[in-house]
């Protein structure tokens, strides 16, 4: 393939929604600049079995394509899901619902706050992005979808308090800390727990965008129980006595996961 050749899907895809196509490479240039504004700050770290005790979920319905949480984080989401007797769960960020579908098989109830398709496209996301909205979860009984914006959507309508909050949606700087700011709002007790997902590019690592953010959002003594939390790209508020450590964040492992993969074919 010679570099016009390879340019070509670039291209097609620049005549077919410029606006989008220039807003999102705006977007992306302005997240490169703040990231690297940001490096050096830092968050409590600890181990994800000192915040639930083991981990034995199954993940289903995963599809390995881009752009969900990773089977480890939707396993912690479930394990900590399940710790509530009827777990009322908001998501921000749903999209194609993996998430969500596997956590609405073990809470009460979901809400998910995700984007419109035409919002999607408006944003500089594909029309095959925004086809896959819901896609997992629309007949879920137990999900109410809303289809928003969460920076501009009015969070009092849902009159709703919540004991997981999980924030997978805007992963700027200025979405993050306005999800969180909601978000801590929204908690509906002293057990209630926020969590964030890419919080880190990896498992180890910190994404000091996402980081400051929630620190931006967060009072002193609120920040004080956030933690970046093993094996996963999360990081979770929690009001549970907890002792931060290290584990779980080097390269020698401490501990092994057992995975199975299963795979089933659709029409
Ligand atoms: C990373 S995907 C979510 C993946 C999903 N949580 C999972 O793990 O399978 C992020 C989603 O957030 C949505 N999103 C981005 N900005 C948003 C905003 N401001 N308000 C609501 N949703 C937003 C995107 O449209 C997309 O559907």
Known sequence: ????????????????????????????TKEAY????????????????????RIDEEVSSYTYLDGTSRTMDIAFLKAVCRKYQKCNYLEI??????????????????????????????????????????????ELPNVTHIEANSQTYDFDQLNNK?????????????????????????????DSVIIWHDCGFGMQDLRYESIVAIRDACSEEQFEHVYRVSNTMCAMY??????????????LPNKLFNVSIKSVKMN
């Open 1 to 28: 393939m010679n570099p016009k050749q390879a340019a070509m899907p670039f291209l097609k895809l620049l005549f077919s929604n410029p606006r989008g196509i220039l807003k999102a490479l705006l977007r992306h």
């Open 34 to 53: 703040r990231a690297n504004q940001f490096k050096g700050h830092t968050i409590k770290k600890i181990d994800i079995l000192d915040v639930v005790d």
């Open 93 to 138: 960020g749903s999209w194609r619902g993996e998430s969500i579908l596997n956590v609405a098989s073990v809470v009460d109830r979901c809400t998910s706050i995700s984007l419109s398709k035409e919002e999607m496209i408006e944003f500089g996301l594909s029309s095959s992005d925004a086809q896959a909205l819901n896609f997992l979860s629309k």
């Open 162 to 190: 919540f004991d997981v909050i999980f924030i997978d949606g805007d992963h700027s700087y200025k979405g993050v800390k306005s999800d969180s700011i909601n978000a801590l709002k929204l908690l509906k007790d002293n």
């Open 238 to 251: 929690t009001k549970r006595a907890l002792t931060p450590n290290n584990s779980g964040f080097e390269t």
